[in-house]
């Protein structure tokens, strides 16, 4: 069909076809994504290498007669570049004898529906130009990250090369179609520009590797025949389930189940594995489809607040054992964006990607010619990696990592952006901003050294940007309810070790589970660690409470006091780094300063306030990311660090933490507080099991105030700079 060039070069092997049983009746694509996230440690990328992706291609590459498709990123292929470069010569030579058609997608594997489109087209053509160079093949076929769709994504997709993706059948089914109807492709378009769509197997998914290979086979024959138009099914799912995920490395390759499955296959007269670009050139579309704004089912679950997805599993799992009616396909939660509602960390640091893609584009058409704009460029891409962003079965949002990495590369694109614009001394800003898209501006302060954003709800510090170091201090998550709260509580969950491994064995051995099962629980995760929070874990949050106030744990704040959580009156914004807000909440007045410093990054808070009613006392909450997890951090004494994740002092006026990365932060405090510290741990998914993670510390100040009173904060910050190679690894 011209409408669907392939781009996909003959194959320069002879044999690349032998074994596909071009007579058989029915057809399988076999499409694996490869990925690791953006930041991720180097040695879950060492670990993942060797227990997964090394024996996995060294498998495929056995076996020329069966026709795969791989995808992977820029991630993937810089790591492999430094680390493993033999694994880039096994995929070469797949792809140079025919058997293998490489995906393209986004660069550095962002969610290419909630970008800018001119970023979705750049990242895509991008890649399919990298793979091109690498391989020699320019791939007409995309992997779409997490399977995200929304109806506009024709459009930016065929404007960038690409003739066809891949989607869950779940997806066909929300549009009205049938599971019969579902064994080849179908054709949408957005504005006139076509796609071909290609349902992926949920059966097939849930199949393999989990399951002996002849389930897998039983699947294909069972398939309704058609001698004109063979049915297809296409598995398309992470490799990373060929022996990452628990318990898999020892399944597919001690025990053989890949060698089966593929030894089988090849066998198999019955079923041909094919390349989804040649199925576009012998069939037509099935017809016309425009699927609704989704992704993969589970992730339509995931993306909802916790109160609807807990009832939404409920429900499923209520149908999968009684389905008389058969609701279950017809059965969908939210979508991807979801998650920006559900979890402000994520719509923080999507709102910042956004605005950094907006000024770089702005540089651009106002034929800014500078090759730091093209390095900008690749680290906005970067900071588009998806992880970070969202949470399902994986850490995701919760893992301060890949936050802090994401947000470093958009920081460092800033930086870049602030120093074509602005150069790289003597200057400053102070402006109303909307920085995180509510309808409300907040205030953002500026110079070379430092970016703070203040939030006129609650006079809150939502970020606190070190710019040498491509840091930003104020990311440290909030404790959210999740789903699994209940199961943990009431026991209903599965103890693993560290591996994910279950503690105690049953089974015959003849299969394995998915994640998708029970609730797993890692070592250290007790029904205790299951505390929620009602504020979110920013910076300079006030809060009032009774003079006679017993406070053990500053992380416990908001079961004894009030927060002065209301709109605040901005009353200057001086441009040469300076604002002040105003508020009279839960019997307090104040007016409260914000001033950048002109030779660094620290901030001096400078606080006017009285009583309105009688004593009270005023605390501020400073939730910070200074070192990696709030379990590192130590504090001063005696000229000396002793770590002290958890402490508390009277009467003090001066202080000097240290946390991991050789950060540290000074306080000077006038007149002296209370201060009390301990570090904020969440419980959230991982593909191991639940984990408890340290996300940063939570610093509380806290002062009497029976008068009207001034009171001072000044907090000098401390991080080594950022060299390019610290975060392009």
Same mark, same amino acid.
């Given at each position: 069909?011209?409408?669907?060039?392939s781009?996909?070069?003959?194959?320069?092997?002879?044999?690349?076809?032998?074994?596909?049983? %071009?007579?058989?009746?029915s057809?399988l694509?076999?499409v694996?994504?490869?990925h690791?996230?953006?930041?991720?440690?180097?040695?879950?990328?060492e670990?993942?290498?060797?227990?997964?992706?090394a +024996?996995?291609?060294?498998m495929?590459?056995?076996?020329?007669?069966?026709?795969t498709?791989?995808?992977f990123?820029?991630?993937?292929?810089e790591?492999?570049?430094?680390?493993?470069p033999?694994?880039?010569?096994?995929?070469e030579?797949?792809?140079?004898?025919?058997?293998?058609e490489?995906? @393209?997608?986004?660069?550095?594997?962002?969610?290419?529906?909630?970008? +800018?489109?001119e970023?979705?087209?750049?990242?895509?053509?991008?890649?399919?130009?990298?793979? &091109?160079?690498?391989?020699?093949?320019y791939p007409?076929g995309?992997?779409?990250?997490?399977?995200v769709?929304?109806?506009?994504?024709?459009?930016?997709?065929?404007?960038?090369?690409v003739?066809?993706?891949?989607?869950?059948?779940?997806?066909?089914?929300?549009?009205g179609?049938?599971?019969?109807?579902?064994?080849?492709?179908?054709?949408s378009d957005?504005?006139?520009?076509?796609?071909?769509l290609?349902?992926?197997?949920?059966?097939?998914?849930?199949?393999i590797?989990?399951r002996p290979?002849?389930k897998?086979?039983?699947?294909?024959?069972?398939l309704?025949?058609?001698? &004109?138009?063979?049915?297809?099914?296409?598995?398309?799912?992470?490799? &990373?389930?060929?022996?990452?995920?628990?318990?898999?490395?020892?399944?597919?390759y001690?025990?053989?189940?890949?060698?089966?499955?593929?030894e089988?296959?090849r066998?198999?007269?019955?079923?041909?594995?094919v390349?989804?670009?040649?199925?576009?050139?012998?069939?037509?579309?099935?017809?016309r489809?425009?699927?609704?704004?989704?992704?993969?089912?589970?992730? @339509?679950?995931?993306?909802? %607040? @916790?109160?609807?997805?807990?009832?939404?599993?409920?429900?499923?799992?209520?149908?999968?054992?009684?389905?008389?009616?058969?609701?279950?396909p017809?059965?969908?939660?939210?979508?991807?964006?979801?998650?920006?509602?559900?979890y402000?960390e994520?719509?923080?640091?999507?709102?910042?990607?956004?605005r950094?893609?907006?000024?770089?584009?702005?540089?651009e058409a106002?034929?800014?010619?500078?090759?730091?704009?093209g390095?900008?460029?690749?680290?906005?891409y970067?900071?588009?990696?998806?992880?970070?962003?969202?949470?399902?079965?994986?850490?995701?949002?919760?893992l301060?990592?890949?936050?802090?990495?994401?947000?470093?590369?958009?920081?460092?694109?800033?930086?870049?952006l602030?120093?074509?614009?602005?150069?790289?001394?003597d200057w400053?800003?102070?402006r109303?901003?909307?920085?995180?898209?509510?309808?409300?501006? &907040?205030?953002?302060?500026?110079?070379?050294?430092?970016?703070?954003?203040?939030?006129?709800?609650?006079?809150?510090?939502?970020?606190?940007?070190?710019?040498?170091a491509?840091?930003?201090?104020? @990311?440290?998550?909030?404790?959210?309810?999740?789903?699994?709260?209940? *199961?943990?509580?009431?026991?209903?969950?599965?103890?693993?070790?560290?591996?994910?491994?279950? $503690?105690?064995?049953?089974?015959?051995g003849?299969?394995?589970?998915?994640?998708?099962?029970?609730?797993?629980?890692?070592?250290?995760?007790?029904?205790?660690?299951l505390?929620?929070d009602?504020?979110?874990?920013?910076?300079?949050?006030?809060w009032?409470?009774?003079e006679l106030?017993?406070?053990?744990?500053?992380?416990g704040?908001?079961?004894l006091?009030? +927060?002065?959580?209301?709109?605040w009156?901005?009353d200057?914004i001086?441009?040469?780094?300076?604002?002040?807000?105003?508020?009279?909440?839960?019997?307090?007045?104040?007016?409260?300063?914000?001033? =950048?410093?002109?030779?660094?990054?620290?901030?001096?808070?400078?606080?006017?306030?009285?009583?309105a009613?009688?004593?009270?006392?005023?605390?501020?909450?400073?939730? =910070?990311?200074?070192?990696?997890t709030?379990?590192?951090?130590?504090?001063?004494?005696?000229?000396?660090?002793?770590l002290r994740?958890?402490?508390?002092?009277?009467n003090?006026?001066?202080?000097?933490f240290?946390g991991?990365?050789?950060?540290?932060?000074s306080?000077?405090?006038?007149?002296?507080?209370?201060v009390?510290?301990?570090?904020?741990h969440?419980?959230?998914?991982?593909?191991?099991g639940?984990?408890?993670?340290?996300?940063?510390?939570?610093?509380l100040? *806290?002062?009497?105030i029976?008068?009207?009173?001034?009171?001072?904060?000044v $907090?000098?910050?401390?991080? +080594?700079?950022?060299?390019?190679?610290?975060?392009?690894?």
């Amino acid at each position: 069909m011209s409408e669907f060039p392939s781009g996909i070069p003959s194959a320069s092997n002879d044999n690349a076809g032998e074994g596909s049983h %071009p007579t058989a009746a029915s057809e399988l694509a076999i499409v694996l994504h490869f990925h690791q996230p953006v930041g991720n440690f180097g040695h879950v990328f060492e670990k993942v290498a060797d227990e997964c992706y090394a +024996p996995l291609l060294e498998m495929l590459f056995a076996f020329p007669e069966l026709k795969t498709h791989l995808h992977f990123n820029a991630i993937l292929l810089e790591w492999f570049d430094h680390h493993r470069p033999e694994l880039l010569r096994h995929i070469e030579r797949m792809v140079r004898r025919g058997s293998t058609e490489l995906l @393209t997608g986004g660069l550095y594997e962002p969610i290419l529906a909630v970008l +800018p489109e001119e970023d979705a087209i750049g990242q895509v053509r991008a890649l399919s130009i990298e793979l &091109e160079h690498r391989f020699g093949q320019y791939p007409s076929g995309a992997w779409l990250t997490e399977r995200v769709w929304e109806p506009r994504m024709p459009n930016p997709l065929s404007r960038a090369g690409v003739s066809y993706v891949v989607l869950d059948d779940a997806i066909f089914k929300w549009a009205g179609l049938d599971e019969h109807q579902l064994h080849g492709y179908y054709v949408s378009d957005d504005n006139g520009r076509p796609l071909a769509l290609f349902p992926g197997a949920k059966s097939l998914r849930y199949n393999i590797p989990f399951r002996p290979a002849e389930k897998t086979l039983e699947l294909l024959h069972g398939l309704p025949s058609n001698p &004109e138009r063979p049915p297809l099914m296409v598995y398309a799912d992470d490799a &990373e389930k060929f022996g990452e995920w628990p318990g898999t490395y020892e399944w597919v390759y001690t025990k053989g189940w890949l060698r089966d499955f593929l030894e089988k296959l090849r066998d198999d007269e019955a079923v041909a594995t094919v390349h989804l670009s040649d199925r576009l050139k012998r069939f037509p579309p099935l017809g016309r489809v425009y699927p609704p704004t989704a992704s993969y089912p589970e992730m @339509t679950v995931w993306a909802l %607040p @916790t109160p609807a997805r807990a009832r939404m599993e409920r429900l499923m799992k209520g149908l999968a054992e009684d389905d008389p009616e058969d609701l279950l396909p017809l059965m969908r939660g939210g979508h991807w964006r979801g998650f920006l509602a559900k979890y402000p960390e994520a719509n923080r640091l999507h709102k910042r990607m956004l605005r950094v893609s907006r000024r770089h584009q702005a540089l651009e058409a106002a034929g800014t010619d500078d090759e730091r704009l093209g390095r900008a460029l690749r680290d906005l891409y970067r900071g588009q990696c998806n992880d970070a962003y969202w949470h399902g079965v994986f850490g995701g949002v919760y893992l301060p990592h890949l936050r802090r990495s994401v947000e470093s590369f958009l920081i460092r694109a800033e930086r870049a952006l602030d120093h074509l614009e602005k150069g790289y001394f003597d200057w400053v800003e102070a402006r109303p901003a909307d920085f995180d898209a509510d309808g409300v501006d &907040e205030v953002e302060m500026a110079n070379p050294h430092t970016r703070v954003v203040i939030d006129r709800k609650g006079g809150r510090l939502l970020a606190w940007d070190l710019n040498a170091a491509c840091d930003n201090w104020v @990311t440290v998550m909030q404790r959210h309810e999740e789903p699994f709260h209940t *199961d943990l509580l009431a026991g209903r969950v599965q103890y693993v070790d560290e591996n994910g491994l279950p $503690l105690e064995r049953d089974g015959d051995g003849e299969e394995i589970a998915t994640i998708h099962g029970a609730i797993r629980v890692k070592p250290g995760v007790t029904p205790a660690d299951l505390a929620v929070d009602r504020h979110e874990r920013v910076a300079a949050i006030g809060w009032s409470a009774p003079e006679l106030l017993e406070l053990d744990d500053p992380r416990g704040i908001e079961e004894l006091a009030r +927060p002065l959580s209301g709109m605040w009156d901005v009353d200057v914004i001086d441009e040469k780094g300076m604002t002040r807000m105003s508020t009279e909440q839960e019997g307090l007045r104040l007016r409260q300063a914000y001033r =950048l410093s002109t030779d660094g990054a620290s901030l001096t808070v400078e606080v006017e306030i009285e009583p309105a009613e009688g004593p009270r006392r005023f605390l501020s909450e400073w939730n =910070l990311l200074m070192g990696w997890t709030g379990d590192d951090l130590e504090i001063e004494e005696g000229g000396e660090f002793i770590l002290r994740p958890q402490g508390s002092l009277e009467n003090c006026h001066a202080l000097r933490f240290r946390g991991g990365g050789d950060r540290t932060l000074s306080v000077t405090i006038d007149p002296p507080a209370h201060v009390h510290w301990a570090p904020v741990h969440t419980v959230s998914s991982s593909e191991a099991g639940l984990e408890k993670i340290g996300q940063g510390s939570c610093i509380l100040f *806290d002062w009497l105030i029976d008068t009207p009173r001034d009171l001072r904060l000044v $907090l000098e910050p401390s991080a +080594p700079d950022l060299k390019d190679e610290a975060i392009d690894g």
